[in-house]
């Protein structure tokens, strides 16, 4: 992802980090190296979206963190708070090559809560974590509708609930003497640019409504979803906001109706910054996997290359961590997949996962 692709490589780590890189004819591995060899090495993977370690594998309501219903507007919820480190969603994906996540509460509501990115390894959350509070969960669209009768009951209501929340945002903390607000301290950081706002919308009416908003209040946004991308890239491409497309499976339906399987392909080829995530999976297995996601868009236009780089450093960069992870570089984290074969293809399985280079995963999957 730093290059182009090494035959006969070698890889060297030290201290969680990556070391050195090059072909294998002009690196000397020292003697007390552990060797570990795969027929193909990537970055770890990254998981752009996902609700895994608030979402556990089991259909129970203790098993499931990751929405608050009682309240339509809740950007002082935590992520870190009900993130389960041992959840056993968290060693699936790890064992398929998966070592960083952007995870958080889901978006079925206007404002969910905060979302944080955790390397998928640690015995607590405070281990796995890397960023506490990253972007803010909000939604426009039908998800994010209130119950029968109760608000809001359109996408135009939500619009407005927002904007009133981003007013009051502006305001807050001016005058010298004022009550503490969580949900208005964490939208005053948004307004400060110190975070963005990761806005679920999928039709191209709530796609616009959310670009729309960004502007009027200079605010950076993540678009996540967007299922109907491929019908307003003009606007998205002017607008300079990237991009986490939803599960390419999905089913076509809802605000989801005019899903296409090419948007990754569409966007990529006019210049938009794309990262694909395994989206929020509400029945068994409880969780998609951005390897095959990404392969998918291999059979509908995308090339390999930009593919790997939807789930690896173009995925950094969306979620602000490009200097850290996603690709194979002197310095990064030690942040490794290891495959039998061609990572997209069906019968190749993941032989290996290192974490900051500490092999966390051998299994064949």
Same mark, same amino acid.
């Given at each position: ?107 079925? @509501? ?90 679920? @919308? ?91 996601? @990404? ?71």
């Amino acid at each position: 992802m730093a290059g182009e692709p090494i035959k006969d490589g070698v890889v060297l780590t030290a201290g969680g980090k990556i070391t050195n890189v090059g072909p294998a004819s002009s690196i000397s591995i020292p003697n007390s190296f552990r060797v570990i060899e795969a027929e193909v090495v990537t970055p770890g993977l990254i998981d752009a979206h996902t609700v895994i370690g608030l979402a556990g594998y089991l259909n129970q309501p203790h098993d499931q963190m990751q929405i608050e219903k009682s309240s339509p507007m809740q950007p002082h919820l935590r992520a870190i708070d009900s993130y389960n480190a041992r959840e056993e969603l968290i060693k699936w994906v790890r064992s398929l090559g998966v070592t960083t996540i952007h995870t958080g509460h889901a978006p079925l @509501a206007l404002i969910s809560g905060q979302t944080m990115i955790a390397k998928t390894v640690g015995d607590n959350v405070d281990e796995a974590t890397i960023v506490p509070t990253a972007m803010i969960a909000t939604t426009i669209g039908n998800a994010a509708r209130g119950a029968s009768g109760k608000s809001p009951g359109t996408t135009a209501k939500q619009a407005a609930m927002l904007r009133q929340m981003l007013i009051k945002a502006q305001n807050y903390g001016k005058k010298k003497e004022f009550s503490r607000d969580l949900k208005l301290e964490m939208m005053k950081k948004v307004i400060d640019r110190e975070i963005p706002l990761l806005v679920t @919308a999928h039709r191209s009416r709530d796609i616009m409504t959310a670009i729309r908003i960004a502007k009027e209040f200079n605010i950076k946004i993540v678009l996540d979803g967007v299922s109907d991308a491929h019908l307003v890239i003009d606007p998205i491409k002017a607008s300079g906001f990237p991009v986490i497309l939803h599960a390419t499976m999905m089913r076509a339906g809802g605000d989801s109706k005019s899903a296409s399987m090419e948007t990754a392909s569409k966007l990529k080829r006019a210049g938009i910054p794309v990262a694909i995530q395994s989206g929020y999976e509400g029945y068994v297995p409880k969780t998609r996997v951005v390897l095959f996601e @990404a392969a998918v868009t291999v059979a509908y236009g995308m090339s390999f290359e930009d593919a790997l780089r939807t789930i690896t450093i173009d995925a950094a960069k969306v979620i602000g961590l490009e200097k850290r992870i996603g690709s194979i570089e002197v310095g990064k984290d030690a942040d490794i997949a290891m495959y039998d074969g061609d990572p997209f293809e069906y019968t190749t399985h993941c032989v290996g996962t290192m974490i900051n280079g500490r092999m966390v995963s051998s299994i064949k999957r």
